[in-house]
């Protein structure tokens, strides 16, 4: 391991009272840790283009996404201690805080890319394969084939914060936001107008000229003889019930 990273204790080398102090400041801590988000470079995984990581690896100091956090586990606590910064279900220690704020993933791009012929800011990209995310990281921080000769000195850059990462914040629901929901009512639809030429249309029909309403046709006078009900025009489905033979049954 470079003796230039920052020294983070094994978990078997803690003692009893270091656990306590970490459960006491445990809410401050990833508070805390949230915060280190807003610095420049630390909103992208250190090892691919993933944005908004929520993973850290240990000692290096680096913000990664799932996926290479799954890689770091891989190669070994020997090489990488992997722990999750927004889940709030890691228990962090003064120490490992203190790597996280001391290195973050620009200084610790100068660090082991410092000597890569593409610069500093040569990462494998978000869709790469598990093969293609394994083969980067052990080159990086196991074999540390472009890590800064132990000569040349390495001198971590303090950096201001910056914006925060929106995509890694959970919207939550609040009394307020789901009152402001509910009051958002959709203005109802009025019902569309028809048209002016619905009906003005009819003049184009073929022999509307010509065309003419038919007179109507008056009921039958009552005759004085008779005292029967007068009945409309007969239709033909009123005869086909046979409606006046059975009137005359009735009444005869």
Known sequence: MDGRLPVVKGLSKRGPGEKDEARKNDRETHRRLKLLLKRPGNGECADCRTKCPGWASLPHGVHICIDCAQVHRHIGRHISQVKAITTGTYLWYADEYDAMEFMGNNNAARLYLGRHPDGLNVKVPASASRAEREKYIREKYEQQRWVLPPGEPF???????????????????????????????????????????????????????????????????????????????STPAYDACNYEARRTAILS
Not at 161 to 178: G, L
């Open 155 to 233: 001198r971590p850059q303090e950096e201001a914060a910056v914006a925060p990462c929106e995509a890694a914040r959970p919207v939550r629901s609040t009394p307020e936001k789901r009152k402001a929901v509910r009051l958002q009512v959709k203005p109802r639809s009025q019902p569309k107008a028809a048209a002016a030429t619905d009906f003005e249309d009819f003049a184009d029909w073929p022999g509307m000229d010509d065309w003419t309403a038919p007179a109507p046709i008056a009921p039958p006078a009552p005759t004085a003889a008779s005292n029967a009900p007068v009945f409309i025009q």
